[in-house]
């Protein structure tokens, strides 16, 4: 099977761990692209190709300033993925699984 | 309606089998002191304000997330029929527009209970919404990292 392109879309870009690594690293603050080369323990060719993808994907802004481009995680690019880790589905498989452990745990309770 | 009936295009159901035999898992619907140990996903609380378990009756209750997001949530319950079924309205107030209409069956099996929900909205358009994000809408902002350990997880 032919692989998707990493571009595809939120779910291929993230399957890469450095560009995870990356997205967390740039949580909560813009950083330049010799930043996050340090942190990585990468070179600055290979992050300026991460942050490619992640920017077409809508996950990372830039925001030029000066001379420099500072990049900064847009959480919105997650969207798709929070809605298939956060639907109706997930909500219940989850609650219903508490729901399994609760009524175990008073089983047990009642034995003793 | 029967836990069996086809599913139309403004419905979603979920059903998962309890260890516990029927009328303890039904209890575990009927108080707050069971309700609050359970509902909701992973890692969420809740606060109720107004609980009354009968029909007509109402709960209401702030769903509290774990990266601190607020969910108001106002159940009632229209019909009682223990312990097989129950029958409520959810939304976020009395006079949400969007408000739902869940089923839950409770079915007894050799192994333990079947819990079946069945939830119908009012347009495909709010069942679709729901499929994508009812409940954990947490902003973006949180969780990327128990996120990235999900998704590593999934992949490898």
């Known amino acids: ?112 | 309606m029967t836990p069996d009936t086809a599913l139309s295009d403004r419905e979603l159901m979920v059903s998962r089998l309890i260890e516990g035999p029927r009328d303890v898992v039904f209890e575990a619907f009927t108080e707050v002191q069971h309700l609050s140990r359970w509902w909701g996903p992973k890692g969420f609380t809740t606060t109720t304000r107004t609980f009354e378990f009968s029909e007509g009756g109402v709960w209401e209750f702030t769903m509290h997330g774990p990266d601190g997001s607020d969910y108001p949530n106002w159940i009632q319950w229209m019909e009682i029929r223990a312990p097989e079924v129950i029958v409520l309205r959810h939304g976020e107030g009395p006079d949400d527009p969007d408000q739902f209409s869940s089923t839950f069956f409770f079915e007894e099996r050799t192994d333990g209970s079947r819990v079946i929900l069945r939830s119908e909205f009012k347009t495909k358009e709010l069942r679709d919404r729901a499929a994508q994000e009812y409940g954990a809408i947490e902003g973006g902002n949180q969780t990327l990292d128990s996120l990235a350990t999900y998704v590593t997880g999934r992949l490898e």
């Open chain 1, 1 to 112: 099977m032919a692989r998707a392109r990493t571009t595809a879309d939120a779910f291929n870009a993230i399957a890469e761990p450095h560009r995870r690594e990356i997205l967390t690293f740039l949580k909560g603050r813009e950083r330049v692209v010799s930043d996050i080369a340090d942190a990585m323990g990468m070179n600055q060719p290979a992050v300026s190709k991460h942050l490619r993808v992640l920017r077409e994907v809508g996950l990372v802004y830039v925001h030029p300033e000066g001379k420099q481009r500072r990049y900064g995680l847009d959480a919105r690019g997650l969207e798709p993925v929070h809605g298939w880790t956060g639907g109706f589905e997930e909500y219940w498989s989850e609650s219903l699984e508490r729901l399994n452990t609760y009524v175990r745990k008073r089983q047990r309770e009642e034995e003793r």
